[in-house]
């Protein structure tokens, strides 16, 4: 299960940080990542770490948004400086886990947190 926090409203050029929660029993965790979704629009990805530890961000957001995880409490943050009013979204944290017990590894999504940016 996972469970993303830390959304809410701030004025463009604020900050917030998300934070993403992986709980159960699991095995071991291939790679996590950050989507958003705004109205009227697909889901995309913001920033993900693969199961390399390699570190991905869409261009829109390097330099303001940075990714991080504490591997031994199984959990990934987001922190985005500098915001603006197009990263108004709903953010979904996502992860490859293998549960404990399992031979393989599967998709598994948080709830979202919705992220306001007013201008």
């Known amino acids: 299960q996972l469970q993303a926090s830390g959304g809410g409203l701030v004025q463009a050029g604020g900050s917030l940080r998300l934070s993403c929660l992986a709980s159960?029993?699991?095995?071991?965790?291939?790679?996590m990542g950050w989507y958003r979704q705004a109205p009227g629009k697909q889901r995309e990805l913001v920033a993900r770490?693969?199961?390399?530890?390699?570190?991905d961000y869409r261009d829109s957001v390097k330099g303001r948004f940075t990714i991080s995880a504490a591997n031994t409490k199984n959990t990934m943050y987001l922190q985005m400086n500098s915001l603006k009013p197009e990263d108004t979204a709903v953010y979904y944290c996502?992860?490859?886990?293998?549960?404990?017990?399992?031979?393989?590894?599967?998709?598994?999504w948080g709830q979202g947190t919705l992220v306001t940016v007013s201008s």
């Open positions: 159960g029993s699991i095995r071991s965790i291939n790679g």
């Open positions: 770490i693969t199961s390399d530890g390699s570190l």
């Open positions: 996502n992860a490859a886990i293998r549960p404990v017990g399992r031979i393989t590894t599967s998709d598994y």
